[in-house]
């Protein structure tokens, strides 16, 4: 089976750090752009970060710029989002996203073939 698997969600206090995983399932990573989105209650989902498939390239939502960092590992098949400084307006189910093609601003997809699950992350006191 073809699919993104998110994990390293949880609880954790103001201040605190995660790190997120995305693996890939059935499939290889290395020609893919990955992004990361979230999604609060009642908002709309939000691009968080993305890299390009060599790595080269990543983007940062200016909410998160200097506080998270993406990376990957394609002998592992998976990519990884460190999150410091917390907050809790970064709770939110995060998601991870594979694109292949059509890659816009270096590593955003403009669509995406494979989307994950899902992993909550909860930012609280």
């Known amino acids: 089976q073809l699919q993104l698997v998110e994990s390293g969600g949880g609880l954790v206090q103001p201040g605190g750090s995660l790190r997120l995983s995305c693996a890939a399932s059935?499939?290889?990573?290395?020609?893919?752009?990955i992004s990361w989105f979230r999604q609060a209650p009642g908002k709309e989902r939000e691009g968080v970060s993305c890299?390009?498939?060599?790595?080269?390239?990543?983007n940062y939502a200016d909410s998160v710029k200097g506080r998270f960092t993406i990376s990957r590992d394609n002998a592992k098949n998976t990519v990884y989002l460190q999150m410091n400084s917390l907050r809790p307006e970064d709770t939110a189910v995060y998601y991870c996203?594979?694109?292949?093609?059509?890659?816009?601003?270096?590593?955003?997809?403009?669509?995406?073939?494979?989307w994950g699950q899902g992993t909550q992350v909860t930012v609280s006191s």
């Open positions: 996203g594979a694109a292949q093609n059509r890659i816009i601003a270096g590593c955003w997809g403009s669509e995406y073939d494979y």
């Open positions: 059935g499939f290889t990573l290395d020609y893919y752009a």
């Open positions: 890299i390009s498939s060599s790595g080269v390239s990543t």
